[in-house]
């Protein structure tokens, strides 16, 4: 896959802070520690955008 200029935009906590663009989004849903962030930073090339715990449970 092919990602230009991969960003961490905002962790938002209430619908105020969403942000406003009309880009697709997606939803990736998992208990902690299964790999969501891994999986982030594989499909979008880089080593630690989403921070990863460093050790597996
Ligand atoms: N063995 C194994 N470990 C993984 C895999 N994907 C992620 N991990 C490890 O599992 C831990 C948790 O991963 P993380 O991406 O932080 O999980 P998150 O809490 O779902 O975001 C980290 O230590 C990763 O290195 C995988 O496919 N296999
Ligand atoms: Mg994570």
Redesign the pocket.
């Known amino acids: 896959m092919n990602v230009k200029n991969p960003r961490f935009e905002i962790s938002a906590v209430s619908p105020k802070q969403y942000p406003k663009n009309n880009l697709p989004e997606i939803v990736l849903v998992?208990k902690?520690?299964?790999?969501?962030?891994?999986?982030i930073n594989t499909m979008i090339n880089r080593k630690n955008l989403?921070?990863?715990?460093?050790?597996?449970?």
């Open positions: 998992g902690s520690n299964v790999g969501k962030s891994s999986f989403a921070r990863t715990s460093s050790q597996p449970r």
